[in-house]
């Protein structure tokens, strides 16, 4: 399913995601029905800010529910943190354009709000931060990043560059 539900270019290595899953501060969950799998949702945690780096639910599973249940859990067990989560920009050109609203609605339905920060990963690939809470400090998040990727990664995929670009697109 993390193969089909993301892009090739918006993924992890499956390995590190397990890897990193072991520290304290970061979650993969599988989520179940009785014996239904219907999902995964995977986040990090620092500070006072819990990011949502992939969620999940199975096409066959879609609009049951499950998605709001699990974001009300994620309110329900983090209530000092904020959530933040990141959507594909809208982009009326993009042939999942109307997937993309569908997302920031069902996002937007669950409390969540644009927090005016944009990230420009390459020239086809940019994203809406949305934000469950206040407000948060662009700085603070991608301090949160870099702490979840490590010295070698946050290098390798450009993260000084990146965080530099949201700061002057904030």
Not at 5 to 12: C, S, T
Not at 56 to 70: F, L, N
Not at 73 to 98: F, Q, R
Not at 101 to 123: A, M, T
Request: net charge neutral.
């Amino acid at each position: 399913m993390y193969l089909r539900a993301f892009p090739k270019e918006e993924r992890l290595p499956l390995w590190f995601m397990v890897l990193k899953a072991k520290a304290e501060n970061v979650s993969f969950y599988s989520l179940f029905d009785d014996d239904k799998w219907v999902g995964f949702i995977y986040f990090a945690l620092k500070n006072d800010l819990l990011y949502v780096l992939f969620f999940a639910i199975d096409e066959a599973s879609r609009s049951q529910g499950y998605g709001g249940s699990v974001i009300n859990k994620l309110k329900e067990m983090y209530p000092a943190y904020k959530i933040v989560l990141n959507t594909e920009v809208l982009d009326e050109n993009a042939p999942n354009n109307a997937d993309r609203i569908r997302r920031r609605r069902f996002y937007e339905k669950h409390g969540f709000k644009e927090s005016g920060h944009r990230v420009r990963l390459s020239d086809t690939l940019s994203f809406d931060y949305m934000l469950y809470g206040d407000s948060f400090c662009v700085e603070e998040f991608f301090d949160l990043v870099k702490w979840y990727l490590g010295k070698v990664l946050w290098v390798l995929l450009r993260g000084e560059k990146i965080y530099r670009q949201a700061i002057d697109n904030s």
